[in-house]
């Protein structure tokens, strides 16, 4: 994704996803677990236009099946052969998302601890 906008508020849409995700399961308004829920649903939404365009680029060549972990979940199979849906490929981006995020957070706490 090119920096811009919608990377900004992609942005914004996580960090409040990482807010409520460890909150009690209450799904009702003014809590952060359903903020959290919220902000999924736009993340899964700025995903799909992502793959959208991605699937036009690889269509008319200007991307290749190896230029990216998102071009490489469009052009290839699961262990049975059959193309990821959507909704798999944005589950593991957002798997990625999250795993990405947190061993950046400890890494830096870890760093942070040490040299005090």
């Not at 993340?43 to 991605?54: A, F």
Request: hydrophobic share 40%; net charge negative.
């Amino acid at each position: 994704m090119d920096e811009g906008p919608q990377q900004s508020d992609l942005y914004h849409h996580f960090i409040d996803l990482l807010n409520g995700m460890f909150q009690i399961p209450l799904n009702f308004p003014g809590t952060l677990y359903r903020r959290a829920r919220i902000e999924s649903t736009h993340i899964r939404g700025i995903l799909q236009s992502v793959i959208e365009k991605k699937r036009k680029d690889l269509a008319s060549g200007s991307a290749s099946p190896q230029q990216d972990l998102l071009s490489f979940l469009l052009c290839n199979a699961d262990g049975s052969g059959n193309a990821l849906s959507d909704d798999e490929i944005k589950d593991n981006i957002m798997l990625l998302l999250m795993a990405g995020h947190d061993t950046s957070v400890v890494t830096v706490t870890l760093l942070e601890s040490k040299w005090r």
